[in-house]
């Protein structure tokens, strides 16, 4: 405030400047007051001489002059007096007006002061609002400090977090390259299942056509054996007739060689003719009971092939029991969502730290209400196992197909719990 | 994401029941609800020539609701109340989707016996999952009650209770003459059966139990020098075992109970240091300028756990349970923690956290080294597991210091009955 002390430095001296001025016409007031009381003292003085005095004329004529002249002297110096009282009045007057103005600018001057005064009390207060501004600036700063510190371990905290969230997406992506990869493995596992599929088939037609093959080179054995036996036969045939022959040779050269032994012959050849006859008799006797028999065989194998026709019958029904059961299984699988909602919702689950896995088979009425539900598989937690069949039991009836011709296929069926991975 | 999952593994299924005629519909189910378990607890029918008042089945209820893991229906819901095997009716019991049923009856049997019988139902299977028969006195009913309470939940959830543990708690008062009497009480872990072991004109600090839950040691705060005692509770003989120069304190019990970690200043500064009970010698565990107390054994007796202002603020250190060991901090988080000791299976600390709001009962999870608050109030002290790990309790400060059970997940609190007075400190320990 340098500016400030100059003022009041100014203030100070003009207030100096105005005491002088009084003094000064203090001092010219008095010197009047002064001057009119020893005038009017002279005035008395001086008549006073004159009363006293009885001597010549000239002496009084001197006398008087010398009194003229000091009357002269007198005058004048009254005159010179009131010259300079007038002088003095002057002066008063100016020094009055000097005054009236000094008095002017002392209090244009106080005014001034005033308002500085007021200014700087206002500065003041001012500066202490700013103090305190200041002081609140820096409980503020301290505040924001404190604040940024606060921020600093939230930062870290976050940071941390952020890192934490980081692993967690790492470990989401990897989950999902997982899920990825087991699809993968799924749809491989489903070509692969495809593929051996095919590979079945193949083989079953393989083994199809082996059986063909099979039963083609069975046929051709059995012709092979029929050939054979008939060949056997023909052989046997083409021997025996060439036996006869050679016997009829030896008998015809018998009988010319034995022309003696004709008529013994002749007995003989009766009877061996009737033998043969007999023998011809037994041959179709036999080729009867032959043809008798195939015509059995025949019957047999009109009974197997209906046998066979029967069984094909039955695997037919089958399939299209097989079939009935898939689309039964498949409406089924439409319900299987409600089912599971259902259950699990009744499912309290036990706050334990182990992983555990119950199977349990089901078995239902027609409208759904739950028979039956045992375990075929258990955790090991008695706690456990019971849990998952109360949480059946509450659940039941379950939401199955309303349509009761799927009912045979649907009766059974099982869960599979496992404890949520927490 | 398991709906996508079940579904290929139906279809997966599906295609192997062609190929199999006899395979069977398989669902998976890996969700439930998480909720308490609904059970009735029915009134115990009492026989006429039994006068007294005894407390019965209301044990068993208030013990199992406690827990936080049952949903124990109110009486006035109950269809019937009955009290033999052949009245129950199972339907009415499944009407109002109750899945377990207590039923209950208690008989003279002479002048001061009495013969309490107990059967647990499985509702939806209708059989019996146990019966018992007890003889009770007067004096021993709440513990038959506690042994029924604990057998229910044991054969429910497959896991161990804490109905049959003990607490010792802190706890001082102004008598009439004007002086604060401090003592050191024992009671069931629902504050029944309370009896004082102990009475003194100086504070009684840190009560620990021995593992085998037979003696406790705490520190008694000295006008010079706080001392450590061994008290047994059943006898009340107790002697000192630790006075060393300076302060002795936060006194805490081996897992085996061969040793005592404590604080003791003896070098100015407070430091953790070891016991052998046998031999009375010690070994530092720390040795730094600045303060290091409340140590904690880790269950496997591997470790310990103390507080130190070494960092910024009170926080919690761990350090191998020998000499010359490095020292690790462990909590992160928070203006101050502080109180530090283990859960059972170790992979936790129950500790007093500040997060800005006061103090307030946490757990630390050691290995992702999180906080979570569980109290709801935030002028928490003592903070302790119990015995089987599942449940929580704490002092409650402020004007009215009481104890509070909690369970784990935070959800079912309630006040434990204590000696009048402030309660300044509790222990958890089973039954002896």
């Known amino acids: ?422 | 994401m398991p709906n996508a999952a079940s579904k290929i593994l139906l279809m997966i299924i599906l295609l192997l029941a062609g190929a199999h005629v006899h395979a069977v519909v398989t669902i998976e189910i890996d969700q439930g609800v998480k909720r308490g378990i609904p059970i009735a607890i029915v009134p115990f029918g009492i026989s006429d020539d039994i006068d007294q008042e005894l407390e019965l089945d209301e044990v068993i209820r208030s013990d199992l609701s406690r827990t936080g893991r049952f949903d124990v229906l109110n009486v006035d819901k109950f269809l019937q109340s009955p009290t033999k095997v052949e009245d129950v009716d199972f339907a009415d019991w499944k009407l109002i989707s109750v899945d377990y049923l207590v039923i209950g009856s208690i008989e003279r049997v002479d002048e001061s016996n009495f013969r309490i019988e107990t059967r647990l139902f499985n509702v939806f299977n209708e059989k019996q999952i146990f019966g018992s028969q007890f003889i009770a006195t007067t004096s021993s009913d709440r513990k038959v009650m506690h042994q029924i309470a604990n057998e229910v939940y044991e054969r429910i959830t497959g896991t161990k209770s804490s109905f049959h543990t003990r607490i010792a708690y802190t706890v001082a008062s102004v008598t009439s003459e004007n002086k604060t009497e401090h003592r050191l009480v024992v009671a069931d872990y629902d504050g029944k059966n309370a009896t004082v072991i102990l009475k003194t004109d100086s504070p009684i600090l840190s009560p620990s139990w021995s593992p085998d839950s037979e003696k406790i040691t705490y520190s008694i705060l000295g006008r010079d020098q706080s001392k450590i005692w061994v008290q047994e509770v059943s006898s009340g003989n107790r002697q000192i075992v630790a006075e060393f120069k300076g302060q002795n304190r936060s006194p805490s019990w081996s897992p085996d109970g061969t040793r005592l970690a404590f604080a003791n200043s003896r070098d100015g500064n407070s430091d953790i240091f070891i016991l052998t009970l046998a031999t009375r010698e010690i070994i530092q565990l720390t040795t730094d300028r600045q303060i290091d107390t409340e140590p904690a054994w880790s269950p496997d007796a591997d470790y310990i756990v103390f507080t130190s202002n070494r960092g910024k603020g009170a926080q919690i250190y761990k350090v191998r349970a020998k000499e010359n060991q490095q020292i690790e901090r462990l909590t992160i988080y928070g203006k101050s923690n502080s109180r530090a000791s283990y859960s059972p299976t170790g992979k936790q600390l129950i500790l007093i956290t500040d997060q800005g709001t006061g103090n307030q009962v946490g757990i630390f999870d050691i290995e992702s080294k999180s906080i979570s608050v569980v109290s709801s109030t935030s002028i928490d002290d003592s903070a302790v597991y119990s015995p089987n790990g599942e449940m929580l309790m704490y002092v409650v400060e402020g004007r009215d210091r009481h104890i509070k059970i909690l369970s784990p997940d935070g959800r079912i609190q309630s006040r434990v009955e204590t000696l009048e007075g402030a309660v300044n400190q509790v222990a958890w320990s089973w039954d002896s």
């Not at chain 1, 600018?105 to 005014?111: G, Q, Y």
């Not at chain 1, 505040?143 to 470990?171: D, G, P, V």
Request: glycine letters at 2%; proline letters at 2%.
């Open chain 1, 1 to 422: 405030m340098p500016d400030r002390t100059h003022k009041s430095f100014g203030i100070k001296s003009a207030f100096l400047a105005v005491g002088v001025h009084a003094a000064i016409a203090l001092a010219v007031g008095v010197n009047i007051i002064f001057e009119n009381v020893l005038d009017s003292s002279a005035t008395s003085s001086s008549v006073q001489p004159i009363q006293a005095r009885a001597v010549t004329e000239e002496a009084i004529n001197a006398e008087l002059e010398l009194i003229r002249q000091r009357e002269e002297q007198e005058r004048l110096r009254i005159l010179e007096q009131n010259k300079q009282l007038e002088q003095t009045r002057k002066e008063q007057q100016e020094a009055e007006q000097q005054l009236a103005l000094i008095e002017a600018r002392r209090e244009a001057e106080e005014k001034r002061i005033r308002e500085a005064e007021q200014a700087r009390l206002a500065q003041e207060d001012e500066l202490r609002a700013l103090e305190d501004v200041k002081k609140r600036q820096q409980e503020d700063l301290a505040a924001i400090e404190k604040e940024q510190s606060l921020i600093q371990t939230e930062i870290e905290k976050l940071e941390l977090e952020k890192q934490e969230r980081a692993k967690a997406t790492e470990e989401l992506e990897n989950l999902q390259k997982e899920k990825i990869r087991l699809k993968q493995e799924l749809e491989q596992l489903e070509i692969a299942k495809r593929e051996r599929l095919q590979v079945e088939e193949l083989r079953r037609e393989q083994q199809r056509k082996e059986e063909e093959r099979r039963l083609a080179a069975a046929e051709l054995e059995k012709k092979e054996k029929e050939r054979l036996a008939a060949a056997k036969l023909e052989k046997e045939r083409k021997e025996k007739e060439r036996l006869a022959a050679a016997k009829l040779e030896k008998e015809r050269k018998e009988k010319e060689r034995l022309a003696a032994a004709k008529l013994e012959k002749e007995r003989k050849e009766k009877e061996r003719l009737a033998a043969i006859e007999k023998k011809k008799q037994q041959e179709r006797e036999a080729q009867e009971k032959k043809r008798k028999a195939e015509q059995a065989r025949l019957a047999e194998l009109a009974k197997a092939q209906e046998v066979e026709r029967k069984k094909e019958e039955e695997v037919r029904q089958q399939r299209i029991a097989e079939q009935q059961r898939k689309k039964a299984i498949s409406e089924f699988s439409e319900y299987i969502p409600a089912i599971r909602n259902k259950v699990k919702n009744e499912w309290t689950v036990l706050d334990v730290s182990e992983s555990f896995k119950t199977t349990v088979l089901v078995k239902i009425d027609v409208s759904g209400e739950v028979k039956s539900a045992t375990v075929t598989n258990s955790s090991g937690s008695d706690e456990f196992d019971r849990s998952v069949t109360i949480a059946i039991l509450k659940a039941s009836p379950l939401p199955i197909p309303p349509d009761p011709e799927f009912y045979n296929y649907i009766q059974e069926f099982q869960f599979s719990f496992s404890n949520p991975s927490s």
